[in-house]
């Protein structure tokens, strides 16, 4: 079955700096991926929807300029959170879908980032 | 707007006893309603999904979910628990032509005792 990979899985980083990401579907083409964010005992939110070869939208209340996505590909999109904070600490999940009609979300693993 | 309420927070079984998890949904499309299930530390994986064809949906691990649109309800039943099942459950929905922006409840956990 169609499979997403997300790297890595767990990151430790220092306060202002900046941790990249990577969300790669394996054996699809996604020309969207989705970015969630998980915080402690909480549901995910959807942060952002990633286009493939355009600019990322994203959902009210998230910085676009702090959370950098970049769809380059057909298979790999990118979240780079900038100059990361304590509060950014959080569970991000990636999901995407393949091109064709209909087809189901296939979701990452998730990484789980800590900012000290 | 659209809005899903999963109406308990946790639910607690012994192992070969029914499970039900409930699930409310709010939305001004016609719905695709979802249940995800996470392990601690895992990614989401889908458990089966209604797409306005028959309303009593199948799906893996001897889950099933039944969606009643008078009472705007999806809940994800199963006759019998497993330890194996013990985990986070999301119930989610998409509506209007965003296929994929999902809109996820608050979970409900779910704890099978021996």
């Known amino acids: 079955g169609a499979v997403v990979s997300q790297h890595p899985s767990r990151v430790i980083c220092k306060s202002g700096t900046s941790v990249k990401i990577e969300c790669r579907s394996l054996?699809?083409?996604?020309?969207?991926m989705f970015w969630y964010r998980q915080f402690p005992k909480q549901s995910l939110m959807l942060m952002a929807t990633?286009?493939?070869?355009?600019?990322?939208?994203?959902e009210q209340g998230v910085e676009k300029d702090k959370f950098l996505i970049n769809h380059a590909s057909l298979t790999l999109s990118t979240l780079t959170v900038t100059s990361a904070h304590p509060e950014d600490s959080s569970f991000y999940i990636c999901?995407?879908?393949?091109?064709?009609?209909?087809?189901?979300?296939?979701f990452g693993n998730g990484t789980r980032l800590t900012v000290t | 707007a659209q809005s899903v309420t999963q109406l308990d927070s946790h639910v607690s079984v012994s192992e070969g006893t029914p499970v039900l998890l409930r699930c409310n949904y709010s939305?001004?499309?016609?719905?695709?309603l979802f249940w995800y299930v996470q392990h601690p530390n895992k990614g989401l994986q889908l458990l089966l999904k209604?797409?306005?064809?028959?309303?009593l949906v199948k799906g893996i691990n001897g889950f099933e979910a039944e969606f009643k649109k008078s009472e705007t309800s999806f809940h994800l039943t199963k006759p019998s628990a497993h330890m194996s099942d013990a985990a986070e459950y999301f119930c989610?929905?998409?509506?209007?032509?965003?296929?994929?922006?999902?809109?996820f409840g608050q979970g409900t956990i779910l704890t099978v005792h021996p």
């Open positions: 054996d699809f083409q996604a020309t969207t």
């Open positions: 990633s286009n493939e070869g355009s600019k990322a939208t994203y």
């Open positions: 939305s001004s499309y016609s719905p695709s």
């Open positions: 999901s995407a879908r393949d091109r064709a009609y209909n087809s189901p979300l296939h």
């Open positions: 989610a929905l998409a509506g209007g032509t965003s296929y994929g922006k999902l809109t």
């Open positions: 209604y797409t306005s064809a028959a309303t």
